[in-house]
């Protein structure tokens, strides 16, 4: 089948009687079009679209039930009368078992359904419901949710049926209400627990891990909390709004903190973009730590420049790309191959210096260099190690710290288990920490957030 296909008549009215809007209906009706043709035919492997199913899978039609949910674990011991002769509440916790899964969800596709028999007097609740992939629900399952009037209910699981032959196949549910359980029985199901999960449903549709032991559930939780907080906390003490961009406390500007922080900090928090105020940065960002960071693909760091100096922003009248940094200093990395040191201060008005300009326009002058950024003397001009330590840089591990040697491994690796270690000495101290050091440690922070996450949410 070709790509270029005509749909209506194969050939246009050739008669010059022929009116003009019937002319141009012709015309629309033989346009080509281009499609490709593999996408034409019916897909009756679903598994061709991965990612599409899921998604469907994850939004069945139905309403979207909360549950808690509780998947029995076996039957121990040797006396099993008590598992099936007595009440819920007087059977021997020894042969019952669950695994207690939090936050899960079901999709009911049909309204409970509610019989009431006036010649006994009773009633019962039931409904069909249907679970996710990854979930196998077994008969006289229970699960705790809303009973309605502030209630909680418990519905015991009466049949299951397997939608698919495959082993990612999702499961339809019958289910009975079974009472209103009192402190006794709530209590008695707690004993009863032997395994505590919790559902995450974003991984879920991201076809990863869907279902976490507590301790790792709860890690995730707090480095996503933490991820926002440190995002806001950053937006609400660096950004200066009459600049519009992020400044450090002291200092010079340094504009590829700015540019990572652009790109680290979701706009639906920021609700602003932080302005370049340094523009002329591109070679020198694709070597800095910064640009490795967001880098997935690289996991050394050897051919990173490791040095840093000041420049000041200089700029003509009618130059082009004016911004507040004129006349200002800000951070520029020093390429690993430089040996020397940067230019001698001189006049900006300076014939010989504007020649010196023409050749270098990032040329080291701390003339008119004012009280802003708010400092006593002029930066020194012999270039020194950018935000970490020269141990760092040059891979020496015994000689870096225990945050640089954090960070190396993660960057090495791609990945960081050891989620206790980032909350307890880092996140949860960061108010401690100077505000010029928390100017640079944030974003490492954030990177280091993005990196367990996507280790704990993948890891099995």
């Known amino acids: 089948m070709p790509l270029i296909s005509h749909s209506g008549s194969s050939t246009p009215s050739s008669n010059p009687n022929t009116p003009t809007s019937e002319k141009l209906v012709n015309l629309l009706n033989n346009l080509p079009v281009v499609s490709n043709p593999a996408l034409d035919r019916m897909a009756f492997d679903t598994t061709q679209y991965p990612d599409v199913t899921n998604a469907i899978l994850g939004y069945m039609q139905g309403h979207r039930l909360p549950i808690t949910y509780f998947n029995q674990q076996g039957v121990g011991g040797t006396d099993i009368r008590t ?27 049909t309204p409970w359904t509610f019989d009431y028999n006036p010649d006994t007097t009773e009633s019962s609740v039931s409904g069909d419901a249907l679970c996710y992939p990854g979930m196998n629900p077994l008969i006289n399952d229970i699960f705790l949710t809303n009973g309605g009037d502030n209630k909680l209910a418990l519905f015991k699981i009466t049949a299951v049926t397997p939608l698919s032959w495959r082993n990612e196949r999702a499961y339809q549910i019958h289910f009975s209400f079974y009472k209103f359980p009192q402190q006794q029985d709530l209590d008695l199901l707690q004993a009863a627990t032997v395994q505590v999960n919790y559902f995450d449903k974003a991984n879920y549709l991201d076809e990863v891990v869907s279902i976490f032991e507590e301790d790792r559930y709860q890690d995730l939780l707090t480095i996503r909390q933490f ?11 660096f950004y200066n709004t009459n600049l519009d961009t992020y400044m450090p406390p002291s200092g010079p500007y340094d504009p590829y903190v700015v540019r990572y922080m652009a790109s680290k900090v979701p706009f639906e928090i920021a609700m602003k973009r932080p302005r370049q105020l340094q523009s002329n940065i591109e070679d020198s960002y694709a070597h800095s730590i910064w640009q490795r960071l967001s880098d997935r693909l690289t996991s050394t760091w050897d051919d990173v420049w490791a040095r840093q100096s000041w420049r000041t922003e200089i700029r003509r009248s009618l130059d ?6 004129v006349n200002h200093g800000y951070v520029i990395l020093v390429s690993n191959d430089y040996t020397g040191t940067p230019d001698a201060p001189c006049d900006p008005w300076d014939p010989a210096y504007a020649a010196l300009l023409e050749a270098d326009p990032g040329i080291y002058n701390i003339e008119n260099q004012g009280p802003w950024p708010l400092q006593e003397e002029g930066p020194d001009p012999t270039p020194t190690p950018y935000v970490l330590s020269a141990a760092f840089y040059a891979n020496t591990t015994a000689q870096m710290s225990a945050f640089e040697q954090m960070l190396a491994q993660a960057l090495a690796t791609r990945q960081w288990t050891d989620s206790q270690t ?30 367990t996450d996507a280790t704990l949410a993948r890891a099995i």
């Open 320 to 325: 082009v790309n004016i911004t507040p940094l």
């Open 422 to 451: 980032l909350i307890n000495t880092y996140l949860n101290t960061y108010k401690s920490l100077s505000k010029s050091d928390q100017f640079y440690m944030i974003p490492f922070y954030l990177h280091l957030i993005d990196i």
């Open 83 to 109: 598992n099936i002769a007595d009440s819920v509440s007087e059977r021997h916790l020894l042969n019952t078992a669950y695994r207690r899964i939090n936050n899960y969800e079901i999709t009911l596709t």
């Open 227 to 237: 991820r926002t907080v440190l995002a806001q906390y950053y937006i609400n003490t």
